[in-house]
């Protein structure tokens, strides 16, 4: 009878083996792993075993349960980054090796809520340029933008002439992006977004609505970003005070 050490090891070994035929496109990304027994049988450990390894892997986000469905491997993020780390769209996708690119999707000029005037922190902005996008990676939807600028300060016609915004306020004002107050909200399917970002039914997005700030501390751009889930992860290092 395998001792508790035994099986430890087992486990171990499985985990290793497993997580290297994943990472090695053994089982490609989107792919459902074989049933447990399987998969026990082929790795010759218990289903024990096997189920702890799947947990794990599951606590480590390589893989994922659908229920009813059965286990399938997630594909991995093309930018993982800690999320104190500030940079446009454009730039996240660069760092990831990838060529970014936009499709417009909608550009208005409208009358600010109140809401936009207590965002920006001003009763004087007479109109808001609003710029709706969808960012691509290689070509493939990633996130879908949704800015909100000063239109006395960036005309909306020349947004359309950039990738990022991030370098037209800073042409156009010569002012530099700072720092960002953002908010972080995980939420379900989006019945338009997650549509055109190509995300399945059960695939979640990362809404990242964030306040941009000048070296002066003058706020100058709303977002709110749609993230794929699949396709950007965000941490934060935190400490103890």
Known sequence: MASEHDNYDLFKATLSRLRQDIEQGVYPPNEKLH????????????????????????????????????????????????????????????????????????????????????????????????????????????????????????????????????????RYTGKRIQYANAHIEPIGFHEKISAILNCRPDQSLLLLRQMHYTEDHQPILYSANYFRSDAFHFHVVRKRL
């Open 35 to 170: 049933p447990l027994y399987e998969l026990a049988t082929a790795y010759h450990v218990t289903r024990t075993i096997m189920e702890a390894v799947i947990d794990q892997l599951v606590e480590e986000n390589i893989v994922t349960r659908r229920l009813g469905m059965g286990v399938f491997v997630n594909p991995k993020p093309i930018y993982s980054s800690g999320i104190e780390e500030l940079g446009s769209v454009s730039e996240m996708i660069r760092k990831a090796g990838k060529v970014p690119g936009t499709q417009y999707v909608a550009a208005e000029v409208i009358e600010p809520t109140a809401t936009d005037l207590e965002r920006f922190n001003s009763s004087d902005v007479l109109a808001i340029a609003r710029v709706e996008r969808v960012r691509t990676a290689d070509g493939e939807p990633v996130v879908y933008c949704i800015d909100k600028v000063n239109n006395d300060l960036i005309p909306i016609g020349q947004i359309h002439s950039q990738d990022s915004i991030f370098r037209l306020i800073e």
